[in-house]
């Protein structure tokens, strides 16, 4: 059976609107090979726009149609309980499976400009670019604790069943294995940034972090960590 794709698009009130036609993009996205429902709101975050999503979910599902939803956390709106609000929206949305990622700039991009012009990218290595790990400074929570959410979320949608309970475990204990200086390194950056003052209480404080300062490789950064961010900002 071919894949089959739900489009919802956010006015943003007019963050967006104001410079995309919504209601041209939505009926575009209805005449695409595989779209089987395309519907717009004003504030798709809102409860109405969740409850339009949950709604079209159910549609599909009683048509015998199992639904993946895909999710990305770490947005500068988003705080922990954003994100746990958004685990608990796909568990209780239908969605048969899911996929979490968290937010990273690509060359190219919009966002890749923004975070680089803030100084906000704090890993280089493009290994590390591919929606499971923490390569930006997040506006409202710690990288470690944005990379612990995203953990924290497989675990909490997969565990309906003692299997797909399992299978979440047996995953992310594979990938701890093999992200453990990784997960040093956001943990040490994390702390390193809290006690300069760059952030607190998960909240960044700071309006020009001198990036260069960081290494652009992960083995570059285990291996000189006491030359870590020392430079004036």
């Keep these: ?77 988003d705080t922990e309980e954003t994100i746990d609000r958004t685990i608990q929206f796909a568990r209780d949305s239908g969605s048969w499976t899911a996929q979490f990622s968290i937010l990273f700039p690509i060359p190219g991009t919009e966002l890749y400009d923004v975070m680089r012009e803030k100084n906000r990218i704090f890993i280089n290595d493009w290994n590390y670019y591919d929606g499971s790990h923490s390569v930006i400074l997040p506006k409202s929570i710690t990288p470690i604790k944005l990379q612990k959410k995203l953990i924290y979320s497989y675990r909490a949608f997969f565990s309906t069943t003692i299997v797909r309970w399992l299978a979440s475990r047996i995953g992310f204990f594979i990938w701890k294995l093999m992200n453990r200086e990784y997960m040093r390194y956001i943990r040490y950056v994390s702390r390193k940034l809290r006690k300069q003052g760059i952030i607190k209480d998960g909240i960044l404080t700071f309006k020009g972090l001198r990036t260069e300062a960081l290494p652009q490789m992960l083995s570059m950064a285990l291996s000189r960590r006491k030359d870590l961010l020392q430079k004036e900002f």
């Design 1 to 77: 059976m071919a894949n089959k794709i739900g489009v919802f698009v956010c006015h943003c009130g007019i963050n967006i609107a104001s410079s995309v036609d919504v209601k041209e993009l939505t009926n575009y996205a209805r005449t695409l090979d595989g779209v089987v429902i395309s519907k717009d709101y004003k504030y798709m975050c809102s409860d109405v726009g969740a409850n339009l999503i949950k709604d079209s979910i159910k549609t599909l599902t009683s048509a015998n149609l199992r639904v993946h939803s895909m999710f990305i956390l770490g947005a500068d709106s």
